[in-house]
């Protein structure tokens, strides 16, 4: 679709979660983070030469007052630039073109993608997680401590994430767990909340069990060598075949193994990894092969289990997952800018790209839920401002996902405090501007913070 040269800014769609996400100049080059090439895990992999912007299912562009052209798929997957006073889209389709007032199009096209693709969209209630307190040293001893100081606080769920499991692949309690994952998820479910526990499902470290037993699951590249998923934890993490019928199988296996221990809260993370470019089982599929597996998720845990996606391609997850993660980690500190603006990589932690991105993809609540990571009571490890903490409060209640990390022994009484009011109050939240709340008559303008982020 055609737009005329005065336009301004064009809506860029990250490809993954943790992808920058938000209108950015439309004719400047691309800044590609400055970093080896196999540590990049939120550029799509098809795009890493591309010169100038493009997003993944959809793009946009600005027209002044208010007015926006958009260019979506309604497939799961495509990739739109604007070139040439156009809005290009490459990819199956079927493709929607809309023109017309910002949040009207964008609700829009949000419904056209929910009638194509299935919308599911559920508030989980509170989530403690356990990441951004414990991290790796989450263990037996100190989910006990979690359950116990937490009393009767209103979350829904206490979710165990990555640090359980003896590695990425062995999805088996590590010597921190010695009574097992059923007994953890018992101890959560005694207290009349859901037990919720993190699985990065196709992913396999070097050293694995997985890959000991298994070498051919492992996806290859053309050169027959593993694809290279992550290296969040040292050694290279390798990226699985979804498509070959023995992994599909393994699995559907693993994730009924963890609703039979009693997790029925599952954040599953680096999704991406599914729909990476390799030479797969079933050749030329990359989106597909993702949203296939997630649906052999699905029909393994069945309706009821709340699947919350990480690190997850964003279309391909609608009508699959209860909800998605719609930026980067929210980390207890605010902006990295070594990685940030130094090496033009704005997926990893910190809290200003997760407000930023994450309040640019609001339009697609109403077809899957939207986790914009965690908000912070404490004070302490939390470099954090009072005012910063309150912005990613803000943003909790703007998009209907609250969760916290905090360890309880870390908050004094008045943040405890503070945490008792934002597990059970539900402010009227009404959208004034782009990036600018009324929240219980109180005036949230997130404005500068998304116009400070770097493209
Ligand atoms: C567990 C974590 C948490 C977190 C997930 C994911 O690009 N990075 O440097 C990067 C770091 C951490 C990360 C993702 C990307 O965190 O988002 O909530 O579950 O895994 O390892």
Same mark, same amino acid.
């Given at each position: 679709?055609?737009?005329?040269?005065?336009?301004?800014?064009?809506?860029? !769609?990250?490809?993954?979660?943790?992808?920058?996400?938000?209108?950015?100049?439309?004719?400047?080059?691309?800044?590609?983070?400055?970093?080896?090439?196999?540590?990049?895990?939120?550029?799509?992999?098809?795009?890493?030469?591309?010169?100038?912007?493009?997003?993944?299912?959809?793009?946009?562009?600005?027209?002044?007052?208010?007015?926006?052209?958009?260019?979506?798929?309604?497939?799961?997957?495509?990739?739109?630039?604007?070139?040439?006073?156009?809005?290009?889209?490459?990819?199956?389709?079927?493709? !929607?073109?809309?023109?017309?007032?910002?949040?009207?199009?964008?609700?829009?096209?949000?419904?056209?993608?929910?009638?194509?693709?299935?919308?599911?969209?559920?508030?989980?209630?509170?989530?403690?997680?356990?990441?951004?307190?414990?991290?790796?040293?989450?263990?037996?001893?100190?989910?006990?401590?979690?359950?116990?100081?937490?009393?009767?606080?209103?979350?829904?769920?206490?979710?165990?994430?990555?640090?359980?499991?003896?590695?990425?692949?062995?999805? !088996?309690?590590?010597?921190?767990?010695?009574?097992?994952?059923?007994?953890?998820?018992?101890?959560?479910?005694?207290?009349?909340?859901?037990?919720?526990?993190?699985?990065?499902?196709?992913?396999?470290?070097?050293?694995?069990?997985?890959?000991?037993?298994?070498?051919?699951?492992?996806?290859?590249?053309?050169?027959?060598?593993?694809?290279?998923?992550?290296?969040?934890?040292?050694?290279?993490?390798?990226?699985?075949?979804?498509?070959?019928?023995?992994?599909?199988?393994?699995?559907?296996?693993?994730?009924?193994?963890?609703?039979?221990?009693?997790?029925?809260?599952?954040?599953?993370?680096? $999704?991406?990894?599914?729909?990476?470019?390799?030479?797969?089982?079933?050749?030329?599929?990359?989106?597909?092969?993702?949203?296939?597996?997630?649906?052999?998720?699905?029909?393994?845990?069945?309706?009821?289990?709340?699947?919350?996606?990480?690190?997850?391609?964003?279309?391909?997850?609608?009508?699959?997952?209860?909800?998605?993660?719609?930026?980067?980690?929210?980390?207890?500190?605010?902006?990295?800018?070594?990685?940030?603006?130094?090496?033009?990589?704005?997926?990893?932690?910190?809290?200003?790209?997760?407000?930023?991105?994450?309040?640019?993809? $609001?339009?697609?609540?109403?077809?899957?839920?939207?986790?914009?990571?965690?908000?912070?009571?404490?004070?302490?490890?939390?470099?954090?401002?009072?005012?910063?903490?309150?912005?990613?409060?803000?943003?909790?209640?703007?998009?209907?996902?609250?969760?916290?990390?905090?360890?309880?022994?870390?908050?004094?009484?008045?943040?405890?405090?503070?945490?008792?009011?934002?597990?059970?109050?539900?402010?009227?939240?009404?959208?004034?501007?782009? !990036?600018?709340?009324?929240?219980?008559?109180?005036?949230?303008?997130?404005?500068?913070?998304?116009?400070?982020?770097?493209?």
């Amino acid at each position: 679709m055609t737009f005329p040269e005065s336009a301004g800014r064009f809506y860029q !769609h990250g490809w993954q979660s943790w992808s920058p996400t938000g209108w950015r100049p439309r004719t400047t080059k691309l800044r590609h983070p400055v970093v080896p090439e196999h540590q990049l895990q939120a550029t799509d992999p098809a795009h890493l030469d591309d010169v100038y912007p493009g997003g993944a299912g959809l793009g946009a562009v600005e027209l002044g007052e208010g007015q926006v052209s958009l260019l979506g798929s309604l497939g799961s997957d495509g990739w739109v630039t604007s070139e040439n006073n156009r809005l290009v889209g490459t990819g199956a389709g079927p493709w !929607h073109p809309i023109t017309g007032e910002e949040s009207t199009v964008f609700e829009g096209y949000a419904r056209e993608l929910g009638l194509a693709l299935g919308a599911r969209s559920a508030d989980p209630g509170p989530v403690w997680c356990s990441w951004y307190g414990l991290y790796g040293e989450v263990s037996e001893d100190l989910m006990s401590r979690v359950i116990a100081e937490w009393g009767d606080s209103p979350f829904s769920i206490i979710q165990i994430d990555d640090g359980w499991q003896r590695t990425n692949g062995d999805w !088996h309690p590590n010597d921190d767990f010695p009574s097992g994952m059923a007994a953890q998820a018992e101890r959560i479910r005694t207290t009349g909340r859901t037990a919720g526990l993190w699985l990065a499902p196709f992913l396999a470290d070097t050293g694995s069990e997985l890959i000991d037993r298994y070498p051919e699951m492992l996806l290859r590249d053309e050169s027959g060598n593993p694809v290279v998923a992550a290296h969040n934890w040292g050694d290279p993490t390798f990226a699985l075949d979804v498509t070959r019928p023995d992994t599909q199988e393994w699995i559907g296996g693993l994730m009924r193994q963890v609703v039979a221990w009693g997790f029925t809260y599952l954040k599953l993370d680096f $999704l991406y990894a599914a729909a990476l470019p390799g030479a797969h089982h079933r050749t030329g599929e990359r989106e597909g092969a993702y949203r296939r597996a997630a649906e052999t998720i699905r029909a393994a845990v069945g309706p009821d289990v709340y699947l919350l996606a990480c690190g997850a391609p964003m279309l391909p997850s609608i009508g699959v997952f209860d909800a998605i993660r719609v930026g980067p980690d929210a980390a207890p500190i605010w902006d990295d800018v070594n990685r940030t603006t130094h090496l033009a990589d704005r997926s990893g932690p910190g809290a200003a790209d997760a407000i930023s991105t994450s309040l640019n993809r $609001l339009w697609l609540k109403s077809v899957i839920g939207i986790d914009p990571d965690v908000a912070y009571f404490r004070s302490r490890y939390c470099l954090l401002t009072r005012g910063q903490r309150g912005l990613l409060v803000d943003l909790a209640h703007v998009c209907g996902f609250r969760a916290v990390s905090d360890p309880p022994w870390w908050l004094d009484r008045d943040e405890r405090q503070a945490l008792d009011t934002f597990l059970t109050e539900h402010p009227t939240v009404q959208q004034v501007g782009r !990036h600018h709340f009324v929240l219980d008559g109180r005036e949230v303008d997130f404005t500068p913070v998304v116009e400070s982020r770097p493209w």
